[in-house]
């Protein structure tokens, strides 16, 4: 199993540019989140989904959107980028019954 | 939610045990306690979580007060890989609210 992959593992975005996270499992788990991680902010919840068709806002979704379509993709999309989403971007997954949680490596983002 | 609040920064001697504070007074009464940590800029691991009972796994304990309002990470004989920033956070299994961490230091 490759786990949790995300893709691109850095990207630049000028302000106002749009761009798509990309993260997927190969666990068959239900539940996928994404979390933003800045400099003494910890792990802030961007938003998760439960399953395919289903997601919800988490702590902080102003300016993404998500939608998950399949099981195994939850991609994190960026309509109009601004310097304030410049952060580290984990996605994460886990089984319905279980309650560890499984984290990518990250994506860097810098928006200028 | 859950909101937490952790010290910034903890060092620990090779080979003594490591204890970890963790202050949720908000968790609410079906939300677990958690705690992950971070290797460097590497993705969170998983570590422990619980309840209400105290917990144990091949990596850590967990202690939670009776009143649930605290708790604290164990790691019985820290090693110098244990060097890493821990996080303890309040929730269900797909509602996570982290903390903004502590940077545990094992010295030799």
């Known amino acids: 199993n490759a786990g949790v992959t995300q893709t691109p593992k850095f990207q630049v975005l000028k302000t106002g540019q749009s761009m798509t996270l990309q993260c997927a499992q190969d666990?068959?788990?239900?539940?996928m989140s994404w979390y933003r991680q800045d400099p003494g902010m910890g792990l802030r919840l961007i938003h998760y989904s439960v399953g395919a068709g289903i997601t919800d806002q988490g702590e902080v979704p102003n300016g993404y959107n998500v939608s998950r379509s399949t099981t195994e993709d939850f991609p994190l999309r960026l309509l109009s980028a601004a310097p304030s989403q410049t952060s580290v971007y984990f996605c994460a997954s886990n089984l319905a019954g279980a309650y560890e949680q499984y984290f990518g490596p990250g994506t860097r983002l810098t928006v200028t | 939610d859950a909101k937490t609040t952790q010290p910034p920064s903890m060092d620990c001697a090779e080979g003594r045990a490591a204890n970890l504070p963790c202050n949720h007074s908000t968790i609410s009464g079906n939300e677990y306690v958690y705690w992950y940590r971070q290797i460097h800029s590497q993705g969170p691991q998983y570590i422990i979580h619980g309840l209400k009972n105290n917990e144990t796994n091949e990596m850590a304990s967990l202690i939670i007060t009776e009143d649930r309002k605290s708790s604290t990470l164990i790691l019985p004989h820290a090693t110098l890989r244990d060097t890493a920033v821990y996080y303890c956070?309040?929730?269900?299994?797909?509602?996570?609210?982290f903390g903004k961490g502590t940077l545990l230091t094992v010295n030799p």
């Open positions: 666990m068959n788990h239900e539940y």
């Open positions: 956070g309040g929730g269900s299994n797909y509602k996570l609210t």
